[in-house]
């Protein structure tokens, strides 16, 4: 297909330019290319979004990642934000007992709790493994801290009602100080989900 553009010069016509193509597979009988052209454009576009949105979350809970949560962590105001690093208890042996595809459903519902247990403008983030990241804002003190977890223990024991494989869940959590990169609070708050593991699980602290 070659398409020509000319310009009129007084009586005259003035060849300005010719372009070859090649018809797309798909376009009908007729069919004006730029439409098809056009379509294919969206559908790419539409492709690119779809990847990146993956490539920004857990494939097998749905949350986002531990590097967009960095991203996130690294753009967003630092004052009166806590950071919670969560472990399952003994998650091991539910992969041992059960099978690892009962251990993904225990993994894919203790997600979803930990997403309702929060709000909207919380970021839950699957770290890795059997671990959990949570960064909340707005909350004044440790009070609020406590409560929150409290009510995120609750959760995750209510959830296992009926449950052939289930465990709960050990939380360290800090107060995130201004200007502090990730790695400096999450070594506290992992510091605190330790002393947890240490002396009997299925608790939370705060350092």
Not at 110 to 138: K, N, P, Q, T, Y
Not at 201 to 206: A, F, L, M, S
Request: proline letters at 1%; a neutral charge; aromatic letters at 8%.
């Amino acid at each position: 297909r070659f398409s020509f553009l000319y310009r009129k010069e007084g009586e005259n016509w003035r060849l300005l330019h010719i372009h070859q193509s090649i018809p797309n597979m798909e376009q009908m009988n007729g069919e004006y290319y730029p439409k098809t052209l056009s379509n294919q454009i969206r559908k790419s576009q539409e492709k690119i979004a779809a990847l990146t949105n993956l490539a920004r979350k857990d494939s097998l809970t749905g949350l986002i990642n531990f590097r967009t949560f960095e991203e996130i962590y690294v753009n967003m105001e630092k004052r009166g934000i806590w950071l919670f690093v969560m472990d399952l208890d003994d998650f091991k042996h539910i992969n041992d007992t059960f099978g690892h595809i009962a251990g993904n459903h225990v993994l894919q519902k203790m997600a979803g709790i930990l997403s309702s247990a929060v709000r909207s403008h919380d970021v839950v983030c699957r770290m890795g493994g059997d671990e959990f990241v949570l960064l909340c804002s707005d909350l004044s003190d440790e009070k609020g801290a406590g409560e929150l977890m409290q009510r995120l223990l609750q959760g995750i024991s209510d959830g296992g009602a009926g449950e052939k494989a289930w465990t709960g869940i050990s939380i360290g959590g800090t107060s995130v100080r201004e200007g502090e990169t990730l790695e400096e609070a999450f070594k506290r708050a992992d510091s605190a989900l330790y002393d947890v593991k240490t002396h009997g699980k299925n608790r939370y602290g705060i350092r």
